[in-house]
T-cell receptor
Framework: NAGVTQTPKFQVLKTGQSMTLQCAQDMNHEYMSWYRQDPGMGLRLIHYSVGAGITDQGEVPNGYNVSRSTTEDFPLRLLSAAPSQTSVYFC????????????FGPGTRLTVT | DAKTTQPPSMDCAEGRAANLPCNHSTISGNEYVYWYRQIHSQGPQYIIH???NNETNEMASLIITEDRKSSTLILPHATLRDTAVYYCIVRANYGGSQGNLIFGKGTKLSVKP
């Protein structure tokens, strides 16, 4: 199993540009989520999904959209990038119920100039 | 979710046990204690979790006090590769928003030769 994969690893955007961060998992996990991490901070939850077709907002959802058309994929879209969205983005997945650990991807480092 | 309190940093000599404390005085009866760590620039990694009994796996031991208001993560023989930020998180084992992980700033553990 590849686990949780994220692409791209690095990205530089200009203010106002849009892009999609990709996340995929091959563990048949129902629950997927996106976090951002700013320097010296812990991770903050952006959006999450408890299954295909179901998404909800986390702690810091503004400026981001998500969709979940399949169990495997959970893309994060930035419609109009802003410098405040410069951060490292982590995708994670786990089984929806029960005492299961969360698996994290390697992260995408995004810079918005 | 219950808030957790961890020291911002700790040092440990290589080969010695590292004992990382966590206070979670407002923990609810259905909330588990989870520990994750994040090695520099990587995605967080699950270590261990427990409800009220002490737990041990190949990575660490988790000691939870009888009143469940605090816990200690023990790395029995710390190595340089254990240098990381360690996060103590409490969460219920339900789906949806109740199952989200809420990360604080964690404890930065530095293992020194």
């Amino acid at each position: 199993n590849a686990g949780v994969t994220q692409t791209p690893k690095f990205q530089v955007l200009k203010t106002g540009q849009s892009m999609t961060l990709q996340c995929a998992q091959d563990m048949n996990h129902e629950y997927m989520s996106w976090y951002r991490q700013d320097p010296g901070m812990g991770l903050r939850l952006i959006h999450y999904s408890v299954g295909a077709g179901i998404t909800d907002q986390g702690e810091v959802p503004n400026g981001y959209n998500v969709s979940r058309s399949t169990t495997e994929d959970f893309p994060l879209r930035l419609l109009s990038a802003a410098p405040s969205q410069t951060s490292v983005y982590f995708c994670a997945s786990r089984q929806r119920e029960g005492r299961s650990e969360q698996y994290f991807g390697p992260g995408t480092r995004l810079t918005v100039t | 979710d219950a808030k957790t309190t961890q020291p911002p940093s700790m040092d440990c000599a290589e080969g010695r046990a590292a004992n990382l404390p966590c206070n979670h005085s407002t923990i609810s009866g259905n909330e588990y204690v989870y520990w994750y760590r994040q090695i520099h620039s990587q995605g967080p990694q699950y270590i261990i979790h427990g409800l009220k009994n002490n737990e041990t796996n190949e990575m660490a031991s988790l000691i939870i006090t009888e009143d469940r208001k605090s816990s200690t993560l023990i790395l029995p023989h710390a190595t340089l590769r254990d240098t990381a930020v360690y996060y103590c998180i409490v969460r219920a084992n339900y789906g949806g928003s109740q199952g989200n992980l809420i990360f604080g700033k964690g404890t930065k553990l530095s293992v020194k030769p």
